[in-house]
Nanobody
């Protein structure tokens, strides 16, 4: 019914950059929130960055000034530009979407894409 197609993960050296993409399709309703979470081994899943329907953004303190979230409403796609990456950024990154429909707000998750920061 709903698909979140993530792409852009991979291996990158410290200080480098990469761009994650997540395209949403299906019966998502009206998008309320779209963004990215990440989870490292042995750690809890944490918010990285989200963008709200009105355009406001929220970033984890650890990525402020380095990561930028953006969206293309026409394509129902959200992006995460990751710059000056650090080994601590290594994690599985999950696309997240909250959509509003007549039945209420539903949350959806992508399968995750691995980001590894290593030299």
């Amino acid at each position: 019914q709903v698909r979140l197609a993530e792409s852009g993960g991979g291996l990158v050296q410290p200080g480098g950059s990469l761009r994650l993409s997540c395209a949403a399709s299906g019966s998502i309703g009206s998008i309320v929130v779209m963004g990215w979470y990440r989870q490292a081994p042995g750690e809890q899943r944490e918010l990285v960055a989200v963008i709200i329907s009105g355009g406001s953004t929220t970033y984890a303190d650890s990525v402020k000034g380095r990561f930028t979230i953006s969206r293309d409403n026409t394509k129902n796609t959200v992006y995460l530009e990751m710059n000056i990456v650090k080994p601590e950024d290594t994690a599985v990154y999950y696309c997240h979407l909250q959509g509003r429909s007549l039945v209420g707000i539903r949350a959806y998750w992508g399968q995750g894409t691995q980001v590894t920061v290593s030299s």
